[in-house]
């Protein structure tokens, strides 16, 4: 876990990947996963709000979140060769609203983020030894079309899930539980009532629900139906 600080910047942008394009038609690299977008999301609030507490102020929502969203595709970003060489999950700080502020706001400007960047470690720490498994539920409700339901996927946190709908045994090259979109939660999936949900999710540390082994052969994957309550 990192990030790379630009003291003071403009605009006070909290992003993370992707930034980065692939020439030559400037194509922004590909999102991460919902799982991992998730994990994203719940440390930057953890970190945003120990900017906060510094001294009230924060970076608003619209200036958080992945860099090709609330600013541009940044050729050449830190975080990006961090992230998608790496592995490593890593944050963009641009802060304060102007490039030359005078001392006293740079100082306070300064020392807000550093707050950030301490709960940054704090992040890391928790990330480096959480052996906590996560868990998951299917939410079915109503659909619009006759004989079909709709479906998602819920976890205790920030998690990928493998899926199938088929009752064939789920492993890492199941289908990938996928975002609806930008901040918009989890994708609604529209399923016949009745069909046969086998699943198991994986945490951003690597801890697999139930102690699962997606190999093709273990048997203890989640299962479900996905039918509407009597």
Do not use: C
């Not at 605009?11 to 980065?20: D, L, R």
């Not at 919902?34 to 906060?52: C, H, M, P, V």
């Not at 400007?109 to 996560?134: C, I, K, Q, W, Y």
């Not at 090259?173 to 399923?191: D, P, Q």
């Amino acid at each position: 876990i990192s990030s790379s600080m630009t003291p003071p910047g403009l605009g006070n942008f909290f992003m993370w990947s992707p930034g980065a394009y692939q020439l030559p038609a400037r194509t922004t690299l590909p999102r991460p996963s919902f799982g991992t977008e998730a994990f994203f999301w719940a440390a930057s609030r953890q970190i945003l709000t120990a900017i906060k507490t510094s001294r009230g102020t924060v970076v608003t929502p619209a200036r958080t979140g992945p860099i090709s969203d609330v600013l541009y595709s940044a050729a050449g970003n830190s975080g990006d060769m961090l992230w998608y060489k790496y592995g490593i999950y890593a944050w963009n700080f641009e802060v304060g609203t102007s490039f030359q502020p005078n001392w006293t706001e740079a100082h306070d400007e300064t020392m807000e983020f550093s707050n950030g960047l301490v709960e940054l470690f704090r992040v890391a720490r928790s990330f480096d030894t959480d052996h906590t498994r996560p868990e998951s539920r299917i939410v079915v409700s109503e659909s619009s079309t006759a004989g079909m339901v709709s479906l998602q996927f819920e976890a205790t946190e920030p998690a990928a899930v493998f899926y199938t709908l088929d009752g064939s045994v789920p492993t890492l090259s199941s289908t990938l539980y996928a975002s609806a979109g930008v901040r918009e939660g989890g994708e609604l999936l529209t399923v016949p009532a009745g069909t046969t949900v086998h699943w198991f999710s994986i945490d951003a540390a690597g801890n697999v629900e139930q102690n699962y082994e997606p190999d093709g052969k273990s048997k203890n994957f989640r299962k479900g139906i996905a039918a509407l309550p009597d």
